[in-house]
Nanobody, 128 residues
């Protein structure tokens, strides 16, 4: 079991920045691939970013490339998502997730099905 708790959401103006954090407890954090997803009202959950278990490799959804940065600190069992140049369309509930699956392609990395553990979510609202 892995328990995940997100924090850092809030209200920000377009062009601003926010940093989300995800704190993990339970089984060895460093064994898991970690991801961020988001879900806007009336829409499906969308892949945002993924980081390898050791933190050396990262992947991003097309809509956030160049603006968001995912990172992790295995010593502290935490993960972060630095969000810059925020846009109103980034408004959503953001979830952190943990996966034991070593994906070999982008479709796998972006699939909610390979993530077995989820946090409760944190709201991010970007005003225009």
């Amino acid at each position: 079991q892995v328990q995940l708790v997100e924090s850092g959401g809030g209200l920000v103006q377009a062009g601003g920045s926010l940093r989300l954090s995800c704190a993990a407890s339970g089984r060895t954090f460093s064994r898991y691939y970690m991801g961020w997803f988001r879900q806007a009202p009336g829409k499906e959950r969308e892949f945002v970013a993924r980081i390898s278990s050791g933190g050396l490799t990262t992947y991003y959804g097309d809509s956030v490339k160049g603006r968001f940065t995912i990172s992790r600190d295995n010593a502290k069992s935490t993960m972060a998502l630095q969000m810059n140049s925020l846009k109103p369309e980034d408004t959503a509930v953001y979830y952190c997730a943990a996966s034991a699956t070593d994906c070999l392609n982008d479709a796998c990395r972006a699939s909610v099905l390979v993530y077995g553990y989820w946090g409760q979510g944190t709201q991010v609202t970007v005003s225009s």
